[in-house]
Structures are given as C-alpha cells and as structure tokens.
C-alpha cells in the first residue's frame, strides 16, 4: 500500500516540475524597430493598455488575435499568434511573457517584435494588419551537421514544400501544418510552418516560399533550424518538436481487474512513467551541464558568419556553372550572375576578382555586418561563399537592374513617369535615413549614385553595393580617413578634398542624384549650349533666374506635379550645398518630401567641380593602394 502511494506521489511532482518547467516559454529572438516614444507619454499609455488585452485574450482566441488601443496620432497596434499545436493555457503563458520581455528588450520603442518557440508578438505604431512582412527577420540553426546533407536537402525540400502548399492553399488548415518525411530507416525529419491568419493565402505562399529559400542560406547540411518572419514561420528539426494530433480513443475501456490486480495496473503503468521521466531529466541536465555557456540555448544559434556562408557547389548549380546565359553584367569587382536555389528562390552572385585585396577574416567579417541591414529600400545581403580561392556574394535578386538603365537611356527613361521617379526618390531617401539613423549599425555608403540603385518589380529602389561602406559609432558625427572611395561627380567636395567623412557626405551625393533623377542626364557628361558647367552649376543658375522647371526632363513632356518638381530642385539644391553645416539630415530631407507644411531653407551656392577634365563616372582608388577595393578595412569598422 505505501508502495502504491508513493510512486505516484513521487510521479506526480515529477509530471508538476515538467509542467511548470514547459509553462516558461522559450525565448527565440526579438527586434525593436522604428522611433522613441517618451516616458509617461499617450503612446506609452496606448502601449501597456494593448498588450494587456494581448494577454488577456490569448486564452480566449483560438491562437491568434489582433487589437488596436488608444485614438490616432497615438494608437497601438497588436497582434498575437501561437503555434498551431499548443493548448490555450500554453498560448496564454506564452503571451503574457511576451508582453512583458518586449518592454525589456525594447524600452520605450514604438515598434517592437518578438518571437518565442510556441508564438510570437509584435506591436507598432503604425497598423500592421492583414499586410504580408517579411522584414525584420532572422534565422536559427541547430549547429550539428547531418550526415548524407545531399539527400537530407531533397528530402526537407520536398517536405517543406508539400507543407507550405498545405498550408497556403487548404483553407481547412488555418495556415498552419506540420508533416514528417524518412530519412534514413531510423530517422525522421519533422517540418513545421504557419502564417498569421490575417494575411491572404497568396501572401502566405509567399512568405512561406521566400522562407523555405532561406533554409539552404542558413542551415545547410545543419540538424534543424527556423526562419522567423513578422508574418510567417518556419522550423525543422530532425527530433519532434511539436505535438502530434492525438489518435481517436478506443471505443471499448480497458478491462481492469478488482484489489490488487488494481494495484499491480497502477504500478506496471506508474514505474515505466517515472523511470523515464527520471532518466529524462538526469540527461537532459548532463547536456546542460556539458554544453559551454558560450553555445547559444537549444543549439539554436543566431545568423552569423557560418550560418551566412554558402556551399560553392549549391551556388555553382544555381548559377548553371556561371554561365554566360545566367550573366547579368560587369562590375568594377567582377561579374554578377543570376541563379536560382533548390526552393525557387532567384539570386543575384556577385564573383569578386582574386585580387579584389582583401583578406578572409576581412571579408567575412563585414559580410556579417552588412546582412544585418533590414530595409525595404535595401538590397539585402543573403550571404556568402568563400571556398577554392572563390569570394562570393549572394543578394536578393532585384528584377529590373539598375536606376541608370532607365534615367540615363533615351528609349527606357520614357517608362519612368514623374509618378515614377518621385516614388523613387523618397525611396532612396528613406533608405539612407535607414543606414544614417535606424539601422542597428550606423553606416555612411559613400558610392551613392544611380548604377547603385536597383528596382524591383514594382519599380521600387533598393540601394546597394555596399563595398565602400563607412561605420560609424552611434555619438559618432564625423571622421577623416586617407582612404578616399567612391565616384567622382558623387563625392562631396569636403571628403574629396581632405578626407572629412560624415553623414553630410551621403546628403551631397543624394542631392545629385535627386537633381540627375529630375533632369535625366549625368552630373558628369553635361553640357548646357556652349558653357562647360556641370549639372550643378545649371540647376543653381536656372534657380537664380526664377526659371528652376526648365531643369525638367523634356521626356516628361510637362507631365508632372509642378510644386512637387519645384520642391524636388529646392531640396536637391540645398543638399548639394558647399557648406557642410548647411546641408539637411536625411531626417529632414524625408520630412520634407512628405510633408508640404514643412518650411524649406533658401538654399546657397552649390560645390563646383572642374569636371570636363574627368572621366565620367570613374572610381576614385585607394590612396594607398594601386587598385579599388571592395570592402573597406575592418579597422574602419565601428558597431553602432
């Protein structure tokens, strides 16, 4: 009889600790986006009221829910999704520790978001709902590496695949599935994906897609990873990880004998529970205790240099061997190659030269930084292949090349209305105010010019080529530096001349563009009738005599918002200003692009350059080398 109480006495505390141990959710990863908020302010209020109706709904909504808090300027947006296996209670637990840490790990921002193993969270000030975001985003690995990875990828691509159609595409699933395939005649491997139900079934393929095309970026030949988007995720693993659905009870009730036949059930069920719950828990604490404390929790580790990197074969293949087909131009570093991954996914390879001079610690190293960088109107950096004397860098792919294809080409500048080219402006502004200011680095470009902005589909810019990027400190405002980068007709005059690099420096080079964007000519090759003056120089002299608007592009043929192509000249005039002190921040630039109530400066005298005795558009080298190069030093390198 004792026997009999104590074993599921003992059993019991076990299953309570199990319990209480599950209840504490595991952290994954967060990112704090967007402005400030200040202490005590409506927003805040707005906030706390929001993410309390989070938590306290999460018990009551069938694991997703989303809510608003508080009257504009000032309201909060929320939302919340669980994962699709987890009771309400679980759901609950996690969400009220969510609402809590994001205030810790993102004090006083107005956008946050942060994902755990069984949900995630987010808020803004911004609404953010029934939109497909793919950005921030991140990716975890399990470390270990699987064996046979050749047949491992076919198989978890075909398996991620019929999940992500399952999901997308069969409303009955609530954009969630999970699936298992064989791998070896003792092994599984378990896949899990899920989207927030708000979005449409075709952005949920989409996000789905665009994760699965992560999987052979970050976690190549590796156990088990996750790729965590705002709207959607993903996770693989060659364990189970989440809960099967449970198999239909039996219909007839196991018979069960009188007395101790009661008992010995009891014991017989009873010893095997609590032998394995102990072994369990014995192991799973010898693993704790073995795993060094700089190895990040479940083997999970955050993107970075190694999960970055990429098999030269898997780019080799996806670029046909290099091929000339697949060729998308020549760069001053090497050639650019189109290819396209197992999961569909499209790329773009940049092949660096063997003397592009810079080392492997260098190279990977910036790689890492600059994959950080999260921004619509960038382009962003997959990762990297440094193997058999090879660097490589993998982007995104951007269909409809570069800005200068378009402005500068007397056929296709037609397909750029005013529409057009002022959307692209503000997007190229609101990028550099990204990398100047919201960024978790600081970064000043330094090669900011039209062949360095790429346009996507939508005709929307990204800005790229960040191989003479500048980093900054975040109380930093302005450097020297003998190593002077970038491209003449760009460069401000102060970091031509002496060196001086600052976040002024990229505000000169935006004014150019802005200025050659409105024209449709270069800063270097123009020429007005018989006077030999630059691009510059004529803006500032039609302005002078009142007649700014014959800077026009004639192709617009008068179709254009007049005050909008006013106010472009006046702003690209006063960021090419020759005083440093007088040019805006992109912050102020961006402010006055979107709003008409903003009051503009009059501008002064722009910087003249002699250009009708240079080359256009050539690359200013290395002073202290005979040849450019791609990245500058790491030494130049300051985390924000």
Request: some cysteine; glycine content about 6%; hydrophobic content about 35%.
């Amino acid at each position: 009889m004792q026997l009999q109480w104590s074993i599921p006495f003992v059993c019991l505390m076990l299953i309570r600790l199990g319990l209480s141990s599950a209840q504490q959710p595991d952290y994954a990863y967060h990112s704090c986006l967007g402005g400030i908020y200040t202490s005590n302010s409506t927003y805040q209020a707005n906030l706390n009221l929001l993410l309390s109706s989070l938590s306290s709904n999460a018990a009551l909504q069938n694991g997703f829910y989303n809510t608003t808090a508080g009257l504009n300027p000032n309201t909060a947006y929320g939302l919340f999704l669980c994962r699709g296996d987890v009771t309400s209670e679980v759901c609950q637990n996690c969400v009220e520790a969510a609402s809590k840490e994001i205030l810790q790990r993102c004090p006083n921002k107005k956008e946050a978001i942060i994902w755990y193993d069984l949900c995630l969270l987010r808020y803004s000030n911004q609404s953010i709902f029934s939109t497909m975001q793919q950005s921030p985003g991140v990716s975890l690995l399990n470390i270990n590496n699987i064996t046979n990875p050749d047949r491992f990828n076919q198989i978890l691509g075909d398996l991620m695949n019929s999940l992500v159609r399952r999901a997308a595409l069969d409303p009955s699933t609530g954009m969630f599935a999970t699936g298992e395939a064989n791998f070896t005649s003792f092994q599984q491997v378990y896949g899990l994906v899920q989207c927030t139900p708000d979005i449409s079934q075709s952005d949920c393929n989409i996000c789905l897609a665009e994760a699965v095309g992560q999987i052979p970026i970050c976690c190549n030949g590796k156990r088990g990873g996750r790729v965590l988007r705002p709207s959607c995720y993903i996770r693989y693993e060659i364990d189970l990880f989440y809960q099967l659905k449970p198999n239909a009870p039996d219909s007839s009730p196991p018979s069960v004998g009188k007395g101790g036949d009661s008992s010995k059930l009891i014991i017989v069920i009873i010893i095997p529970t609590a032998i394995a719950v102990i072994i369990l828990s014995i192991v799973w604490f010898c693993l704790r205790r073995k795993r060094p404390k700089d190895r990040v929790k479940d083997l999970d580790e955050i993107t970075s240099e190694e999960s970055l990197q990429f098999n030269f074969d898997t780019i080799r293949i996806a670029t046909d061997n290099f091929s000339e087909a697949n060729k998308l131009g020549q760069g001053g570093f090497g050639p650019v190659y189109r290819g396209k991954l197992f999961g569909g996914r499209e790329i773009a390879v940049k092949r660096l030269s063997r003397n592009s001079g810079q080392g492997e610690k260098e190279f990977k190293n910036e790689v890492v930084l600059v994959a950080k960088l999260q921004h619509r109107n960038l382009v962003r950096l997959l990762g990297f292949c440094l193997e058999r004397e090879e660097k490589l860098l993998i982007y995104e792919f951007v269909p409809n090349t570069s800005l200068d294809n378009f402005i500068f080409d007397p056929a296709r500048c037609t397909l750029l209305d005013w529409e057009k080219r002022y959307k692209i402006i503000r997007g190229i502004a609101r990028g550099l105010l990204y990398l100047h200011e919201d960024s978790p680095l600081r970064i000043i470009h330094r090669d900011l010019k039209p062949s360095n902005i790429l346009l996507d589909a939508e005709m929307n810019p990204k800005i790229s080529d960040f191989g003479t990027a500048r980093l900054f400190r975040v109380d930093q405002t302005q450097t020297n530096t003998s190593r002077i980068v970038g491209t003449y007709g760009y460069m401000a005059p102060e970091y031509a001349m002496h060196g001086q690099i600052s976040v002024k420096s990229d505000v000169f080079s935006f004014g150019v563009l802005l200025l050659e964007i409105v024209r449709g000519q270069k800063n270097n090759s123009f020429y007005q009738s018989q006077r030999t003056e630059d691009l510059l120089s004529y803006a500032w002299r039609l302005w002078n005599e009142g007649t700014a608007l014959e800077l026009m592009d004639s192709t617009l043929r008068e179709c254009f918002s007049a005050s909008e192509a006013m106010r472009c000249i006046h702003i690209g005039l006063l960021c090419v200003q020759e005083d440093v002190a007088d040019r805006p921040t992109m912050d102020s630039v961006v402010l006055m692009l979107s709003s008409y109530s903003a009051t503009l400066p009059l501008p002064s005298a722009p910087a003249y350059f002699l250009q009708s005795k240079m080359e256009p558009e050539k690359p200013l080298l290395d002073k202290s080398t005979s040849r450019s190069t791609e990245f500058s030093a790491n030494a130049d390198l300051y985390l924000r």
